[in-house]
T-cell receptor
Framework: QKEVEQDPGPLSVPEGAIVSLNCTYSNSAFQYFMWYRQYSRKGPELLMYTYSSGNKEDGRFTAQVDKSSKYISLFIRDSQPSDSATYLCATMNNNAGNMLTFGGGTRLMVKP | DSGVTQTPKHLITATGQRVTLRCSPRSGDLSVYWYQQSLDQGLQFLIQYYNGEERAKGNILERFSAQQFPDLHSELNLSSLELGDSALYFC???????????FGPGTRLTVT
């Protein structure tokens, strides 16, 4: 079993929809949680960075972490065709180096 | 643009050969990370350097090595290349511990 699990999709939604992307993780030592967006053949782009449980909002994006259930989510409001990409969740255990452990990514397609 | 630069963008080489990938971190960042992204394994951490010293190691093969120079740029050396080494290699940088990691555009390695 992978340490971070993510539904690979693809997830197809109409423009303007609210998108919910989710990950589960198994290691309770993970303390930091990130979401990256990756366009085809490009480098991952950091979207959200959170520490511990709770919500964090940035524009149309909201990241949610529930450490009790080891569940992390990213919500995208008013989705746009330009949001079509692969979304990667990542976790970090600061006590074991700063390496990121990634989920496999969810491919999102937003149709006009 | 994350501020992390990587060269070359593409590299095509034959089995058994040796290549060097180069990364320049964002201005002011002291940590450099190397990740490998393949279709079957996803994005995986290889190695981290902090201010010239190795800080953490992931699933990095013995045929692979890295170093960080006094000017903080880093090089990843891949030797005795095999077909299975074909992948995208990303460099990321961060300022300190538990800081956000920003990824470069990657080097696409094809081993024929």
């Amino acid at each position: 079993q992978k340490e971070v699990e993510q539904d690979p999709g693809p997830l197809s939604v109409p423009e303007g929809a609210i998108v919910s992307l989710n990950c589960t993780y198994s290691n309770s030592a993970f303390q930091y949680f990130m979401w990256y967006r990756q366009y085809s053949r490009k480098g991952p782009e950091l979207l959200m960075y959170t520490y511990s449980s709770g919500n964090k909002e940035d524009g149309r994006f909201t990241a949610q972490v529930d450490k009790s259930s080891k569940y992390i989510s990213l919500f995208i409001r008013d989705s746009q065709p330009s949001d079509s990409a692969t979304y990667l969740c990542a976790t970090m255990n600061n006590n074991a180096g700063n390496m990121l452990t990634f989920g496999g990514g969810t491919r999102l397609m937003v149709k006009p | 643009d994350s501020g992390v630069t990587q060269t070359p963008k593409h590299l095509i080489t034959a089995t058994g050969q040796r290549v060097t990938l180069r990364c320049s971190p964002r201005s002011g960042d002291l940590s450099v990370y190397w990740y490998q992204q393949s279709l079957d394994q996803g994005l995986q951490f290889l190695i981290q350097y902090y201010n010239g010293e190795e800080r953490a190691k992931g699933n990095i093969l013995e045929r692979f090595s890295a170093q960080q120079f006094p000017d903080l740029h880093s090089e990843l050396n891949l030797s005795s290349l095999e077909l299975g080494d074909s992948a995208l290699y990303f460099c990321a940088s961060s300022f300190g511990r538990a800081s956000e990691q920003y990824f470069g555009p990657g080097t696409r390695l094809t081993v024929t």
